[in-house]
């Protein structure tokens, strides 16, 4: 980080400098001077933009497999068609404004995509596969295909990925085709019923999708650690939650996966709201692992606003530094998904946006109560 640095942009938002000799400055026309810190545009890592119509629809606190069985509930009783998208038109513009420059989003639909390409921010879709009942294997596979096909056809970044190890017919798994260079996401160790379910094939998770289909049969967790270390060899993995992740799966997954490849990505607020509880950030950082944040979607997050997530993190891990947790923010998520050379820092000739951190703890390097992003350009 710079102290009293200059930064100088272009009128089309491009990189021109960055310098740290402020304070021997010339009069510069236009020089405006602000007190904080003046980070990248932020990067979401997670998120579900077409569920923004969800907030406040499941209750806080039922667990995994609780909130899992509402979902499902909502999406098959309509309530989500017809809230319709103008939730998500607005939180997009939310985001936007309070400095998140990009957005790796989430989808079971194409209904974002009029939203996503007239957006000022940049966003990558994960076209999200589940289903536990072998005969709807191949309809789902063609049906997120198409889907593809859609974004693509519209310009924008996608790819298909399965929500989680769980939920996913051994027919289904094994369809899933890999691509080379290409960015997967997956739901991963998001509570205790999850880890229980996929280490043990026991628990109130198993008995929720075996309620789903008789005929499930969960494909081995040795076969899914070896698909994911398949991604790793030549794509990016983004790992979300994280929430029941200890020093035995990460040792599992750092001795089969590439690591450099591997995101672990923290939703901390969403976490406390469906299972209270947050992941052993103190492990993570200890293992060297890539650490990056997402907000999740609105129907597990009572708020808009990325700062919360990093105010939460640090009320539990009092030793993490502003710094750290921008950098997760910023130039780590940038690598996730393939960008660094556009955004997440300040490389001369790109256009990664301008923020600025204020009401900062500047002699400590710590966020305070009234700490809050804002766009400057
Ligand atoms: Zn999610």
Redesign the pocket.
């Given at each position: 980080m710079l102290q009293n640095a200059i930064l100088e942009v272009g009128d089309d938002g491009r990189i021109v400098s960055l310098t740290s000799d402020a304070l021997n400055t010339r009069e510069v026309n236009s020089l405006q001077m602000h007190s904080g810190i003046i980070l990248p545009g932020l990067i979401n890592m997670?998120q579900?933009l077409e569920l923004a119509a969800l907030q406040g629809a499941i209750p806080q606190g039922i667990g995994l497999p609780g909130f899992i069985k509402e979902m499902a509930d909502l999406r098959s009783s309509g309530t989500l068609h017809d809230a319709g998208l103008e939730k998500s038109r607005a939180l997009d513009a939310i985001m936007y404004g309070q400095g998140i420059q990009a957005v790796l989003d989430?989808s079971n639909t194409v209904d974002t995509i009029e939203i996503k390409k007239t957006s000022q921010i940049y966003y990558h879709t994960m076209l999200e596969i589940f289903g536990v009942r072998p005969v709807d294997a191949s309809t789902i596979w063609s049906s997120a295909q198409q889907m593809l096909t859609c974004f693509s056809q519209s310009g924008l970044a996608a790819g298909i990925s399965p929500h989680s190890l769980y939920a996913l017919s051994q027919l289904l798994f094994n369809k899933l085709q890999l691509k080379p260079e290409a960015l997967y996401s997956i739901?991963f160790m998001e509570s205790m019923h999850e880890k229980e379910w996929l280490q043990e094939g026991s628990g109130e998770l198993g008995t929720l999708l075996q309620e789903k289909s008789k005929m499930f049969s969960q494909p081995k967790f040795h076969d899914l650690i070896s698909w994911l270390r398949d991604i790793t060899k030549a794509s990016r993995l983004v790992m979300?939650h994280n929430t029941c992740v200890d020093r035995e799966i990460v040792e599992l997954l750092f001795n089969n996966l590439n690591r450099q490849e591997v995101y672990f990505c923290l939703?901390p607020q969403?976490n406390m709201y469906i299972e209270n509880t947050l992941p052993d950030i103190e492990l993570l950082r200890k293992s060297g692992a890539n650490i990056v944040i997402g907000t999740?979607?609105l129907a597990s997050n009572s708020s808009t606003y990325f700062i919360d997530e990093l105010k939460l993190l640090q009320r539990f891990n009092s030793n993490l530094s502003v710094v750290e947790i921008l950098t997760w923010s910023t130039s780590n998520a940038a690598r996730a998904l393939g960008l660094s050379h556009l955004l997440g820092s300040f490389v001369p000739n790109s256009k990664p946006g301008v923020v600025l951190l204020e009401n900062i703890n500047l002699a400590e390097m710590k966020l305070t109560n009234e700490s809050r992003f804002r766009r400057l350009l």
């Open positions: 997670h579900h989430i739901h979300v939703c969403s999740d979607s």
